[in-house]
T-cell receptor, first 114, second 114 residues
Framework: LAKTTQPISMDSYEGQEVNITCSHN???????ITWYQQFPSQGPRFIIQ???TKVTNEVASLFIPADRKSSTLSLPRVSLSDTAVYYC???????????????FGQGTTLQVKP | GAVVSQHPSRVICKSGTSVKIECRSL??????MFWYRQFPKKSLMLMAT?????????EQGVEKDKFLINHASLTLSTLTVTSAHPEDSSFYIC??????????FGSGTRLTVV
């Protein structure tokens, strides 16, 4: 399973755009990149997933360069409620025949200030 | 969307007793479920992978006789912490994987052993 590296923490202010970059130099051809959000004393929540280029949904965008060795989660106009830990994971596409284990790295603690 | 219910949300037990945590997929069949534990300000650590109708696969360093996992149906997996000790106090989180879908996490169980 590809190992990921993220900044341990980031600070931002309400209304700003936040970009969290994740490095995954050993990503395999079949690996997808998925980001999760976790609030204290809750389970992780799926944010976004992608394979290449750009993916956008109602809460975030995910930018993946051509070599796929990194990815950037972009949160537009953050609010105080976006304060959480954000995890970047890489792994096989769901439905594949392997074990499908999700291994979490250290994550990035985002603190949004007023 | 997919929902995973985890029960109880918090439990306090005395040293030496056993505690059972349930993880249910409410609106989908989970071919595979995963159990994690998380210490304060740390990332999620995968404990084991459970597949319906077969024995769980434990990660290195996880005592299978202490953390009993049963996955009796496609919608229910249980984790039993046997002969609990204060060092077992932690946040336990389950995750369920659909055959062709993604991973959904439960809301977690805060175990305190006194």
């Amino acid at each position: 399973l590809a190992k990921t590296t993220q900044p341990i923490s980031m600070d931002s202010y309400e209304g700003q755009e936040v970009n969290i970059t994740c490095s995954h130099n050993n990503i395999a051809t079949n690996d997808y990149i998925t980001w999760y959000q976790q609030f204290p004393s809750q389970g992780p929540r799926f944010i976004i997933q992608g394979y290449k280029t750009k993916v956008t949904n109602e809460v975030a965008s995910l930018f993946i360069p051509a070599d796929r060795k990194s990815s950037t989660l972009s949160l537009p106009r953050v609010s105080l409620s976006d304060t959480a830990v954000y995890y970047c994971l890489v792994g096989d596409k769901p439905g594949s025949s392997n074990t499908g284990k999700l291994i979490f790295g250290q994550g990035t603690t985002l603190q949004v200030k007023p | 969307g997919a929902v995973v219910s985890q029960h109880p949300s918090r439990v306090i037990c005395k040293s030496g007793t056993s505690v059972k945590i349930e993880c249910r997929s409410l609106d989908f069949q989970a071919t595979t479920m995963f159990w994690y534990r998380q210490f304060p300000k740390k990332s999620l650590m995968l404990m084991a992978t459970s597949n319906e109708g077969s024995k769980a696969t434990y990660e290195q360093g996880v005592e299978k006789d202490k953390f009993l996992i049963n996955h009796a149906s496609l919608t229910l997996s249980t984790l039993t912490v046997t002969s609990a000790h204060p060092e077992d106090s932690s946040f336990y989180i389950c995750s369920a994987r659909e055959l062709v879908g993604g991973y959904t996490f439960g809301s977690g169980t805060r175990l305190t052993v006194v």
